[in-house]
Every structure is written in structure tokens, then in C-alpha cells.
T-cell receptor, first 112, second 112 residues
Framework: NAGVTQTPKFQVLKTGQSMTLQCAQD?????MYWYRQDPGMGLRLIYY???????DKGEVPNGYNVSRLNKREFSLRLESAAPSQTSVYFC???????????FGPGTRLTVL | KQEVTQIPAALSVPEGENLVLNCSFT??????LQWFRQDPGKGLTSLLL?????REQTSGRLNASLDKSSGRSTLYIAASQPGDSATYLC???????????FGTGTRLTIIP
């Protein structure tokens, strides 16, 4: 099992550019999550998906969109990147919400 | 709104010592509490998940305790090793939903 995989690992964007962060899990988990991690702020939930076909906003959803393409894949899209979106982005999954979450290795995004 | 605090933000101890990391939370109506480890530049790895009905959970040299009434959890690491150097985060799910609230972590350094 690969667990949770994320692509790309690193990305540099210019302000206003768009991109999609990809996440996939092979553990047959129902729930998937996108977090951002900033120094001194800890991890903050951007969006989550409790099951295939459903998505909900987390703590910091502004400037992002998500798609739960199927049970395995959950993508995060930045339509018009801003410097404030410079962060490390983590995808996670769990069999159900309160259970242990498994994290991907992260994507380091810099917006210039 | 649930708030999770971890003090101290950083801790350095000599190899071989036993140590305790602290986590406090404001809303005691929690389903469980999780402790994670994060190595520099990496994702999070789940260490222990302690259910609200449990008082302790052990894995090897790690022991996590939970006191819901006082809003506190501790992670005890016995006979510390340089390989234990990492950032340790605790997280609690908001009762009844999918979302985890994370503390900002304690960065632990074990001095050889």
C-alpha cells in the first residue's frame, strides 16, 4: 500500500496563476481532508469530504475549491493564487471522521 | 470553538531522560484525542489514538493519558533517544463531525 500520495511535492506560482493539487489514497477510506500548515498557526482544515460525492468547508476555505473525483481521489484547486496561499499543503484520509487520519507527505507551495 | 494548546513550543532534553509533553483543550466533549509526530519536511504520522472512554494508551516507549474533565492529555516518552527528535502534535475531533482541531505542536530535541 502506498497510503496517501500527493503531487506535486514542490510548486512555485506567480500571483494570479491557477493550479490543482492532487491527492490519492489506496486504503479504501471514506473521508478525505485538505489542510494547510503555516508557521505558528498549526494545521488548519481547508475542505473535507466525508464520502464520495460530498464536500464541506473547513476553517479556511476562501480561495480554494475541491473535487472528490471518486473514493480514491480528492483534489484541491487554487483558481487565482495569492502570496497568502504560500504554505505547505497536506492531504489526509480516514475510514471515518473521528478515526486515525493518515497523512500524505505534503506539497510545498510558494506564490510570488 | 475548540482550542487546543501545547506548551512548551520547544523542548530540549539529554538522551536517556524520560519526558512529558502536554496538550490542553477547551471543550471536553471530545470523541477521542490523537497524538502525531512530524519530522522536518515530512507529513504527520499517527502515534496514538486514545478514546474518550480510555484513560491511557501505550505503544512501546510512548504512553498517552487523557483527562477529559480537566481538558488535558499528556504524552510520556520513556528513555528518550535522538531518533525521538521531531515535532509532536495533538488533535481532537469536534464532537459529532469530521473536523480535527490541532495544537501548534511541541518541537522536541534529544541531545546525544
Amino acid at each position: 500500500n502506498a497510503g496517501v500520495t500527493q503531487t506535486p511535492k514542490f510548486q512555485v506560482l506567480k500571483t494570479g496563476q491557477s493550479m490543482t493539487l492532487q491527492c490519492a489514497q489506496d486504503m479504501n477510506h471514506n473521508s478525505m481532508y485538505w489542510y494547510r500548515q503555516d508557521p505558528g498557526m498549526g494545521l488548519r482544515l481547508i475542505y473535507y469530504s466525508a464520502s464520495e460525492g460530498t464536500t464541506d468547508k473547513g476553517e479556511v476555505p476562501n480561495g480554494y475549491n475541491v473535487s472528490r473525483l471518486n473514493k480514491r481521489e480528492f483534489s484541491l484547486r487554487l483558481e487565482s493564487a495569492a502570496p497568502s496561499q504560500t504554505s505547505v499543503y497536506f492531504c489526509a484520509s480516514s475510514s471515518r471522521g473521528p478515526d486515525t487520519q493518515y497523512f500524505g507527505p505534503g506539497t510545498r507551495l510558494t506564490v510570488l | 470553538k475548540q482550542e487546543v494548546t501545547q506548551i512548551p513550543a520547544a523542548l530540549s532534553v539529554p538522551e536517556g531522560e524520560n519526558l512529558v509533553l502536554n496538550c490542553s483543550f477547551t471543550d471536553s466533549a471530545i470523541y477521542n484525542l490523537q497524538w502525531f509526530r512530524q519530522d522536518p519536511g515530512k507529513g504527520l504520522t499517527s502515534l496514538l489514538l486514545i478514546q474518550s472512554s480510555q484513560r491511557e494508551q501505550t505503544s512501546g516507549r510512548l504512553n498517552a493519558s487523557l483527562d477529559k474533565s480537566s481538558g488535558r492529555s499528556t504524552l510520556y516518552i520513556a528513555a528518550s533517544q535522538p531518533g525521538d527528535s521531531a515535532t509532536y502534535l495533538c488533535a481532537v475531533p469536534n464532537f459529532g463531525n469530521e473536523k480535527l482541531t490541532f495544537g501548534t505542536g511541541t518541537r522536541l530535541t534529544i541531545i546525544p
